[in-house]
């Protein structure tokens, strides 16, 4: 058990191998008999089948790998104030309870909950889709700007509140305590954070044992893939939920795409290349559906002030430099190198309008800027109220990304989308995704010949727009509302 502070990738080594590598080392480290030992104690006292618990243990080691150490490892090692801190917590929530009343939380009855609400724009985007129902829940764990857009009843709640309270710890209190000096005995002996890991479980649990017998709904709703978590799926449908749906909001990049637990997945397209890479990293998908892009829906309902923005003719929407950054030398290798190609044609074809679009909350990247000095290629982040990446997206010719879901979307708009990955090496964002392959461009001699002949010739491109890749946003708030309704 111990080996694992030892372990490392070759960042030499192919980038989508490295996370493939680190998922089955979780496995192996997971299947240790202290830990086996462990998941099954916890499971039997929060009354949660030990596969269970074991699933969020793989995501919880996952998480604490650090891609961006110089050289990536995980970071699980033991510490006497990482102890202090989690004993104290743990012990705190065992001991300072109080009985669970009835008339504690009033017993709702809701029709729709939506979960891992960080910010404003999820609930925005989702916003459509639950003005269709009569009641909704929101659970969001930062503060909100913006509560009132939605018209009918909505009930707030922060998702880490009134946990002293939980019929699930009544009369376990000796045996918790137990089960907490066993682990920080272990943490100690195994120079392992156990303590913090198996903390993790015990507050997901806490969490939503809570919120889900004060709140009774049949669905439950939340985007993006690596928030999934196969404690809240279990105790949800144990509590009486029927049908867990995640959108998706981003590629399957393997970083991002590591032990996911999912009952339903709704992709943008009608593919299922998405759920076979989810599962060859670990991952567990019920069945899927499709609906199209809710947040291009979204994003498009205000369109007055589109026309402040000047015809494009490349646009290169920008990703955030993340986790996939450490996975191999190569990927930032050639990340740099799609750049190069875009400031090449900028130098070449001086003329041509060039925009890169980023995220509002791209910080700056100096080698970026060094690469596109002295070329005419203009730079937008924040861009003036109302406008946002579609908008760009829809005044562009050609648009290329590194690894945005953003090209996939614009196919839909039968816009000319194409990803940029140079040599073909970009593996963790697209190796097993083949219905992608058409639309990647892994040379530049080929990457030129499209501007050559669209934009210099004025030739027409062929439209390679499809419902596989992703469906209209046309009515995809009101299509996903369709197949929610069909739930008994």
């Not at 918790?176 to 997901?204: N, Q």
């Not at 194409?418 to 990647?440: A, Q, S, V």
Request: charged content about 25%; proline content about 1%.
């Amino acid at each position: 058990m111990k080996q694992i502070k030892d372990f490392r990738i070759n960042l030499d080594s192919d980038s989508l191998k490295n996370v493939e590598k680190i998922k089955n080392y979780i496995e192996n480290f997971v299947s240790h008999e202290d830990l086996k030992d462990l998941s099954s104690n916890i499971g039997n006292l929060l009354d949660v089948p030990t596969e269970i618990i074991n699933k969020k243990i793989k995501q919880i080691v996952y998480d604490n790998f650090d891609y961006y150490d110089k050289y990536p490892k995980f970071k699980i090692n033991f510490s006497f104030l990482s102890l202090a801190k989690y004993f104290f917590l743990f012990t705190a929530l065992v001991l300072f309870k109080k009985k669970a009343k009835t008339n504690s939380f009033k017993k709702n009855k809701i029709d729709i909950i939506l979960d891992n609400v960080e910010k404003n724009y999820v609930l925005e985007k989702f916003s459509k889709t639950l003005s269709y129902f009569n009641s909704s829940l929101i659970l969001y764990n930062n503060s909100l700007s913006k509560k009132n857009n939605l018209k009918k009843r909505t009930i707030f709640l922060n998702i880490h509140s009134s946990f002293f309270s939980n019929s699930i710890l009544e009369g376990k209190t000796i045996k918790f305590l137990k089960f907490i000096f066993k682990l920080s005995f272990l943490s100690k002996k195994k120079g392992l954070d156990l303590l913090k890991i198996y903390f993790t479980v015990f507050y997901s649990s806490l969490k939503y044992y809570r919120i889900f017998s004060c709140y009774k709904s049949k669905l439950l709703i939340h985007d993006r893939i690596y928030h999934s978590c196969p404690i809240r799926n279990y105790i949800f449908k144990k509590m009486g939920g029927i049908k867990i749906l995640c959108l998706q909001s981003h590629l399957a990049e393997g970083t991002i795409s590591v032990f996911n637990d999912i009952d339903t997945l709704v992709t943008f397209g009608r593919e299922n290349d998405t759920i076979k890479k989810l599962e060859l990293l670990g991952g567990r998908i019920n069945n899927g559906i499709n609906c199209g892009s809710i947040r291009m829906e979204h994003a498009l309902n205000n369109m007055q002030k589109i026309d402040e923005i000047s015809q494009i003719d490349i646009l290169l929407i920008g990703i955030n430099l993340a986790n996939w950054i450490g996975t191999s030398e190569t990927i930032l290798k050639i990340y740099y190198t799609h750049l190069e190609w875009i400031a090449n044609i900028s130098r070449k074809y001086p003329k041509l309008k060039i925009t890169i679009k980023h995220h509002p909350n791209y910080r700056g990247d100096d080698k970026e800027r060094e690469i596109i000095k002295k070329t005419n290629i203009k730079t937008v982040i924040n861009p003036s109220s109302n406008l946002n990446s579609y908008h760009y997206l829809l005044k562009s010719n050609l648009i290329f990304s590194f690894g945005s879901t953003m090209i996939l979307e614009g196919s839909s708009l039968k816009k000319n989308c194409f990803f940029l990955d140079p040599e073909g090496k970009n593996t963790t964002f697209f190796r097993h995704l083949d219905y992608l392959n058409e639309i990647r461009i892994t040379k530049f001699e080929h990457f030129e010949k499209l501007v050559q002949k669209y934009l210099i010739n004025n030739e027409t491109i062929l439209n390679i727009g499809n419902d596989e890749i992703c469906l209209t946003h046309k009515n995809a708030s009101k299509d996903l509302y369709s197949h929610l309704s069909k739930i008994n």
